[in-house]
C-alpha cells in the first residue's frame, strides 16, 4: 500500500494506523508528492494507493491516470476534503478506484481498504484467470507430456504414487499403474527421399497408418528418439484386456502392422522396419527394455528392398549379459541429470535416480558383469569428489570410516558395497549443503538488522530493504518472519523506538533532533508513536530516567 498526501501529518497518522492499527499485515509506503509516488510506482508493484486528490503540481486525479497505465489492476482510493462533484465523476470513471471524504476518518478509509483487499484476493480466483490458465494447461499438454515421456525413457524413475499423480495431472493417454509393450520402427530411404528433409513429415505419416489399424484397440504415446527411431508406448484398451493371450495378441499386432507397411509404402515409397516386444514391461523397466530394441533394430535387414517387422524376445529373467550391459551403459549417461539434482537441491529426485543406477549396477554384479558395475560407479564416484572439492567440504567426510572412504575413491576394493558407499556420500553433501542454506539465510538476516540498526535515519522501506539484500520484496518479508519470528516493519519500528529512548536516556540532543535521528521526519508523528509504544511521551520518558542516569541533561 502507498499512502500519498501532500501533508505529512495525515500521511504520518495514516501510516501509523494501517501500520499499528488496522489489524491488517500490510506492506506500507509513505510519499508527500506525486512525484515522489511515481518513484515508488517505478520501483515495485502496489496493490491499493491511498492518495489526495488536491495537492501542488500534479493532482491526484493526474496521478490515478499514470498509476493505471503502470498497474492497471491497482486499487485507488482518493481522498479529499472537498465533496466536489467533478472529482467524483472523474474517478468513477476508472475501475477499481473509490472515492472518499477526509472527515470520514481511518474507520471508513479502513473499510473501504478491507474491501480493496477482499476484491483482489477474490479476483486471483476468478473464472476467467481460472478458464485462461486452463485453456493454456491445454496447449502446453503435449510439450509436457512430452518432456515426461522422454524423461520416463532417459531412466528418471518416478515413485508409483508420483508417476500416477503426473499422468493424471498432464491427461497423459496410458494407465501408470499399467505394464507397458514398446513397439521401435526405423525408416528408410532410398533414391529422392535420401536427403532427409521430410523425415519428421514422414514419421508422423507412419504415425497416422498406426493411429488407423492400431488405434482403436490401443492407448499409445508416440515420440521420435534421439537417433531418428520411432517409438511406441501402447496399452490394449481396457475394454479389451482380456480378449486374448499374449502370443495371440502379438501376432495381431503384426497382422496390423502389415496393413501400416502396405499403406506407408503407398503414402511415401519409404520401407519402414517395425520391432515389437512380445511382452509388457513395468514403467521402470521401459528405459533399459527401449535400450535393448534400439540396439536391434539397427540390424532388422530390409526384405526384398521392402519394409520389415520382427517380435524381439530377448529379456526374460534373470536379465542375459548383454542386456544386463547395456542396462549398465544407459545408466553413464544419467550422470550429468544426477550432478544436477545434487546442484540444485532435489534430495528426492537425486535419491531416486541413485538408487536406479545402484539397481543396474547390483543386476550387473548379478550377471557377472562387474566391470559393467564399475563403469557406473567410477565416474559416479568422480561426480561426487568433484561437488565435494567444489564445495570444500573434504573434513565432512571424516564422519566416513576409513575402509569406506577407500572403497568411494577405489570402487573395485568392493563392488558390492560401493553403492551404499556412495548413498552415504550424498546424504553428507545433502546436508551440508542444507546447513550452507541455513547459514547464509542467517547471514542475509543478521546483516539486513546490522543495515537497519546503522540507517535509522534514512529510507528501510522493503522495497530499499530489498534492493540492499539483492531479494524480491515480498520474499524477504516472509523470509524475515520465518527466520526471526516477527514482521520486517515491526522490527524496524522497534529498533527505532529503541534508539530514540537511548537517546533520550544517554545524550543530551533535543527531542526533534533525536525524532530525525531515530527515523521519524515528524515529530509530533514521533511524540505519538512513542507515547502510544512506551506509555509516556518522549519528555516524560526523560524526565523519568533523568535521576537514574547523573551527568545527563534534558533539553526540550
Request: hydrophobic share 40%.
Amino acid at each position: 500500500m502507498l499512502i500519498v498526501d501532500d501533508e505529512p501529518f495525515i500521511v504520518s497518522g495514516l501510516y501509523e494506523f494501517m501500520m499499528l492499527g488496522s489489524g491488517l499485515e500490510l506492506d506500507v509506503y509513505k510519499a508527500y508528492s506525486a512525484d515522489e509516488a511515481i518513484d515508488w510506482l517505478q520501483r515495485t508493484k502496489m496493490d491499493i494507493v491511498i492518495t489526495d486528490i488536491q495537492m501542488p503540481g500534479m493532482s491526484g486525479l493526474q496521478l490515478l491516470t499514470l498509476i493505471k497505465e503502470r498497474w492497471p489492476h491497482c486499487k485507488v482510493i482518493l481522498l479529499t476534503g472537498y465533496n466536489a462533484f467533478e472529482y467524483v465523476y472523474e474517478a468513477i470513471r476508472h475501475d477499481g478506484v473509490r472515492y472518499l471524504l477526509k472527515t470520514e476518518g481511518h474507520d471508513a478509509i479502513l473499510e473501504l481498504v478491507r474491501a480493496a483487499i477482499s476484491e483482489i484476493e477474490e479476483a486471483r480466483q476468478t473464472a476467467d484467470l481460472i478458464e485462461t490458465a486452463n485453456r493454456q494447461m491445454q496447449l502446453a499438454l503435449p510439450v509436457l507430456q512430452k518432456d515426461m515421456l522422454y524423461g520416463l525413457l532417459r531412466g528418471e524413475r518416478l515413485p508409483a504414487e508420483r508417476r500416477s499423480r503426473r499422468f493424471r495431472q498432464l491427461n497423459f493417454p496410458l494407465q501408470a499403474e499399467r505394464d507397458v509393450r514398446l513397439m521401435l520402427a526405423r525408416l528408410e530411404y532410398s533414391g529422392e527421399a535420401a536427403d532427409g528433409d521430410n523425415r519428421d513429415e514422414n514419421a508422423f505419416r507412419v504415425n497416422l497408418a498406426i493411429n488407423r489399424y492400431i488405434g482403436v484397440k490401443y492407448e499409445k504415446a508416440f515420440l521420435i528418439g534421439e537417433d531418428g527411431t520411432l517409438v511406441w508406448l501402447l496399452q490394449r484398451a481396457a475394454s479389451l484386456e482380456e480378449d486374448m493371450n499374449g502370443d495371440s495378441e502379438s501376432y495381431q499386432l503384426k497382422g496390423n502392422l502389415e496393413l501400416v507397411l502396405e499403406m506407408c509404402e503407398e503414402m511415401t515409397g519409404m520401407s519402414v522396419h517395425f520391432l515389437l516386444d512380445d511382452r509388457r514391461v513395468a514403467w521402470d523397466e521401459a528405459a533399459d527394455r527401449l535400450a535393448a530394441l534400439r540396439k536391434e533394430i539397427f540390424s532388422l535387414p530390409a526384405v526384398g528392398g521392402k519394409g520389415s517387422i520382427a517380435g524381439y524376445t530377448n529379456g526374460s529373467s534373470p536379465m542375459p549379459k548383454a542386456q544386463a550391459h547395456d542396462a549398465a551403459l544407459l545408466q553413464v549417461k544419467k550422470l550429468d541429470l544426477l550432478g544436477s539434482y545434487l546442484e540444485t537441491g532435489q534430495k528426492r529426485e537425486f535419491s531416486d535416480l541413485l538408487e536406479e543406477m545402484r539397481h543396474s549396477a547390483e543386476r550387473a554384479i548379478a550377471a557377472d558383469l562387474p566391470q559393467a558395475a564399475l563403469g557406473i560407479y567410477y565416474p559416479l564416484s568422480l561426480m561426487l569428489f568433484a561437488h565435494v572439492h567444489g564445495w570444500k567440504m573434504e573434513e565432512q567426510l571424516h564422519a566416513l570410516q576409513e575402509p569406506d572412504l577407500r572403497i568411494a575413491y577405489n570402487p573395485a576394493l568392493a563392488p558390492d558395497r560401493a553403492g551404499e558407499v556412495f548413498s552415504r556420500i550424498a546424504e553428507l553433501l545433502f546436508e551440508w549443503r542444507r546447513n550452507e542454506q541455513d547459514n547464509r539465510v542467517n547471514s542475509v538476516i543478521l546483516s539486513l538488522q546490522s543495515y537497519v540498526r546503522d540507517h535509522l535515519e534514512q529510507d528501510l522501506s522493503l522495497v530499499r530493504l530489498a534492493e540492499v539484500s539483492r531479494l524480491n520484496p515480498s520474499y524477504l518479508s516472509r523470509l524475515f518472519k520465518k527466520v526471526t519470528g516477527i514482521n520486517l516493519n515491526a522490527y524496524i519500528q522497534e529498533t527505532r523506538l529503541g534508539k530514540a529512548a537511548e537517546l533520550l536516556r544517554e545524550s543530551e540532543y533535543k527531542i526533534y533532533e533525536i525524532s530525525k535521528m531515530s527515523g521519524y521526519d515528524y515529530p509530533p508523528y514521533f511524540t505519538k508513536i512513542f507515547r502510544k509504544s512506551l506509555g509516556m511521551s518522549p519528555q516524560q520518558y526523560r524526565d523519568f530516567h533523568a535521576g537514574n542516569l547523573p551527568g545527563t541533561g534534558a533539553r526540550a
